[in-house]
């Protein structure tokens, strides 16, 4: 009697196990299951409070199991700015995390998702190290707490008792635009510090990871996505930075339509290689987001542009590796101005042109998300239901940078992120009309000293990895940049060919790079000029 009681009593802890989402709490342990589809790492040490990026080393023994390449991280006072999971390289994942604040409770908690049907019998998951900020070891600083969880929940047992399920939050908005649904994460994060809105406290509580559903609109495929952009920032005083964001994925969108063939006019910089070119495709790197020019090597017939169309914004979509879409920046056509004297450069092919036959340019911003599937991608520029462009990518893996400093004869490094822009921008233009003299604030800028992936790489004393480029690029020439550690100060020279409206600039580094913007105002007089961080408040005004 007492023996089938045992059998009865173990039949109701396996049921229960079955039903509840498995959970093992273990430094290494066996997924118990192959519907588990979840898995989470809590660490915990004092150490923790002041490292500025992670390397979290996972083994899934003989490649029994495999990860998903997002990842999302919660903790006290920090937040993940960048993310990313590279593997397998034999049976190891290698989980990088750059942090913006401080940890204030020394926890901090990974999420991530198996592949679906990865799952072998018998997979084996360990943490097996953990580096901080500068490649240090600080496994043995740390306790480890691995959860594996399946999040579909069957809807029994009744003797289990289950809380209510949360939501998706809905943003309203006015009629007639369709309140865009905002997915929480799999567990509600604390809202750090400084958030200034509601709309800013979700998108850090996501992990800066914005994603919105589609909802089918009896507006055009670009309005409806721009309609879904502005909703998601009401009760926001700025627009979502997506420069400054991990993502803004778009979930259910319909195909994008693809457009004439055309590529990025990515700056040049002398000091140090960028980008790379593989025939048609062009390399870019996560972490990377920029301002540029559209060019067409075969324009094919020119498109005239009507006035109503001249004076809308033009959507960028990226579909990434995987078929997953996203907001990746905002374009617009811009008139160019001619002058007596100055000619155009003779390479520059214009297939958009007025009614009256003035000749137009493409510009765009585009941020390529740092949880994209690495490998081919396309962007397109969108008006209406067509597309004006479509530009074939490659992402490439973000690049490792480190910022260094000798200091009494030893190398001294630290990891660092790509470069975010702050507020306040100044830009001001003297009395005479020509000079400016811009002052951008920030983080993560870099000198004349780096290790860039594991080589140290050093420039001349009066060189920066640090550049910053305009676009477009007539009207400003630069004549001297400074970089601090918080700080860029230029001095340009304003020339008589620069065209008034929005002037975006890059901040580049081999890390990444960021996008600002100023008003060039008509007429140029001298004075303080209109500045942001965040060009999307300027291009969707």
Same mark, same amino acid.
């Given at each position: 009697?007492?023996?089938?009681?045992?059998?009865?009593?173990?039949?109701?802890?396996?049921?229960?196990?079955?039903?509840?989402?498995?959970?093992?709490?273990?430094?290494?342990?066996?997924?118990?299951?192959?519907?588990?589809?979840?898995?989470?790492?809590?660490?915990?040490?004092?150490?923790?409070?002041?490292?500025?990026?992670?390397?979290?080393?996972?083994?899934?023994?003989?490649?029994?199991?495999?990860?998903?390449?997002?990842?999302? /991280?919660?903790?006290?006072?920090?937040?993940?700015?960048?993310?990313?999971?590279?593997?397998?390289?034999?049976?190891?994942?290698?989980?990088?995390?750059?942090?913006?604040?401080?940890?204030?409770?020394?926890?901090?908690?990974?999420?991530?998702?198996?592949?679906?049907?990865?799952?072998?019998?018998?997979?084996?998951?360990?943490?097996?190290?953990?580096?901080?900020?500068?490649?240090?070891?600080?496994?043995?600083?740390?306790?480890?707490?691995?959860?594996?969880?399946?999040?579909?929940?069957?809807?029994? $047992?009744?003797?289990?008792?289950?809380?209510?399920?949360?939501?998706?939050?809905?943003?309203?908005?006015?009629?007639?635009?369709?309140?865009?649904?905002?997915?929480? $994460?799999?567990?509600?994060?604390?809202?750090?510090?400084?958030?200034?809105?509601?709309?800013?406290?979700?998108?850090?509580?996501?992990?800066?990871?914005?994603?919105?559903?589609?909802?089918?609109?009896?507006?055009?495929?670009?309005?409806?996505?721009?309609?879904?952009?502005?909703?998601?920032?009401?009760?926001?005083?700025?627009?979502?930075?997506?420069?400054?964001?991990?993502?803004?994925?778009?979930?259910?969108?319909?195909?994008? $339509?693809?457009?004439?063939?055309?590529?990025?006019?990515?700056?040049?910089?002398?000091? /140090?290689? /960028?980008?790379?070119?593989?025939?048609?495709?062009?390399?870019?790197?996560?972490? =990377?987001?920029?301002?540029?020019?559209?060019?067409?090597?075969?324009?094919?017939?020119?498109?005239?542009?009507?006035?109503?169309?001249?004076?809308?914004?033009?959507?960028?979509?990226?579909?990434?590796?995987?078929?997953?879409?996203?907001?990746?920046? =905002?374009?617009?056509?811009?008139?160019?101005?001619?002058?007596?004297?100055?000619?155009?450069?003779?390479?520059?092919?214009?297939?958009?042109?007025?009614?009256?036959?003035?000749?137009?340019?493409?510009?765009?911003?585009?941020?390529?998300?740092?949880?994209?599937?690495?490998?081919?991608?396309?962007?397109?520029?969108?008006?209406?239901?067509?597309?004006?462009?479509?530009?074939?990518?490659?992402?490439?893996?973000?690049?490792?940078?480190?910022?260094?400093?000798?200091?009494?004869?030893?190398?001294?490094?630290?990891?660092?992120?790509?470069?975010?822009?702050?507020?306040?921008?100044?830009?001001?233009?003297?009395?005479?009309?020509?000079?400016?003299?811009?002052?951008?604030?920030?983080?993560? =800028?870099?000198?004349?000293?780096?290790?860039?992936?594991?080589?140290?790489?050093?420039?001349?004393?009066?060189?920066?990895?640090?550049?910053?480029? /305009?676009?477009?690029?007539?009207?400003?020439?630069?004549?001297?940049?400074?970089?601090?550690?918080?700080?860029?100060?230029?001095?340009?020279?304003?020339?008589?060919?620069?065209?008034?409206?929005?002037?975006? =600039?890059?901040?580049?580094?081999?890390?990444?790079?960021?996008?600002?913007?100023?008003?060039?105002?008509?007429?140029?007089?001298?004075?303080?000029?209109?500045?942001?961080?965040?060009?999307?408040?300027?291009?969707?005004?």
């Amino acid at each position: 009697m007492l023996q089938n009681k045992k059998i009865k009593l173990f039949s109701v802890v396996l049921f229960l196990l079955l039903f509840i989402g498995y959970i093992s709490k273990c430094n290494a342990d066996t997924i118990p299951s192959t519907d588990i589809d979840t898995y989470k790492i809590t660490l915990n040490g004092d150490v923790l409070n002041d490292v500025a990026g992670l390397n979290i080393f996972i083994q899934i023994k003989d490649n029994k199991a495999s990860i998903k390449p997002n990842v999302t /991280f919660s903790s006290q006072g920090a937040i993940a700015i960048l993310s990313s999971v590279t593997g397998p390289q034999a049976d190891q994942f290698t989980i990088s995390l750059a942090l913006s604040g401080n940890i204030t409770n020394g926890q901090g908690v990974i999420n991530g998702n198996f592949v679906e049907e990865s799952i072998l019998p018998g997979a084996e998951f360990s943490v097996i190290k953990i580096e901080r900020d500068g490649g240090v070891d600080i496994t043995s600083s740390l306790t480890k707490q691995i959860e594996f969880i399946n999040s579909v929940v069957e809807e029994e $047992p009744p003797i289990i008792e289950e809380e209510p399920e949360e939501e998706d939050p809905i943003i309203e908005e006015p009629e007639p635009i369709e309140p865009p649904i905002i997915e929480p $994460p799999t567990k509600p994060i604390k809202t750090p510090k400084g958030a200034k809105s509601p709309t800013d406290k979700l998108i850090e509580q996501l992990g800066n990871k914005l994603t919105i559903s589609f909802i089918d609109t009896s507006s055009d495929l670009n309005t409806a996505f721009i309609n879904l952009f502005v909703g998601a920032t009401q009760g926001s005083k700025k627009k979502v930075d997506i420069s400054s964001t991990v993502s803004v994925e778009i979930k259910n969108a319909p195909p994008i $339509p693809e457009g004439t063939s055309a590529k990025l006019e990515l700056p040049e910089i002398n000091e /140090f290689t /960028f980008f790379e070119e593989d025939g048609d495709l062009q390399e870019i790197p996560k972490g =990377f987001s920029l301002a540029t020019d559209i060019s067409f090597n075969d324009l094919g017939e020119t498109a005239i542009v009507s006035d109503e169309d001249l004076s809308k914004q033009n959507t960028a979509i990226l579909v990434d590796a995987s078929g997953r879409k996203f907001v990746v920046g =905002f374009g617009f056509l811009k008139k160019i101005k001619e002058l007596a004297g100055f000619r155009r450069p003779s390479n520059r092919n214009y297939k958009f042109q007025t009614v009256s036959g003035e000749p137009l340019e493409l510009v765009s911003t585009i941020t390529i998300p740092a949880d994209a599937t690495e490998g081919d991608a396309k962007v397109s520029i969108l008006n209406k239901d067509e597309s004006l462009a479509t530009i074939q990518l490659r992402i490439a893996p973000p690049t490792d940078v480190k910022i260094a400093k000798k200091k009494r004869g030893t190398l001294k490094t630290r990891a660092v992120g790509k470069p975010q822009i702050k507020e306040p921008i100044t830009a001001v233009i003297d009395s005479s009309g020509k000079n400016l003299l811009l002052e951008i604030k920030g983080t993560n =800028f870099i000198q004349n000293l780096a290790l860039i992936d594991g080589a140290l790489e050093r420039l001349a004393k009066k060189s920066s990895f640090t550049n910053v480029t /305009f676009t477009p690029t007539e009207g400003i020439k630069i004549k001297k940049i400074t970089v601090r550690k918080k700080a860029i100060k230029i001095k340009a020279e304003i020339e008589d060919d620069i065209e008034p409206g929005i002037k975006l =600039f890059n901040v580049i580094t081999p890390k990444g790079a960021d996008i600002g913007a100023i008003v060039i105002p008509d007429p140029l007089i001298g004075g303080t000029l209109q500045s942001t961080s965040v060009p999307e408040d300027l291009i969707l005004e």
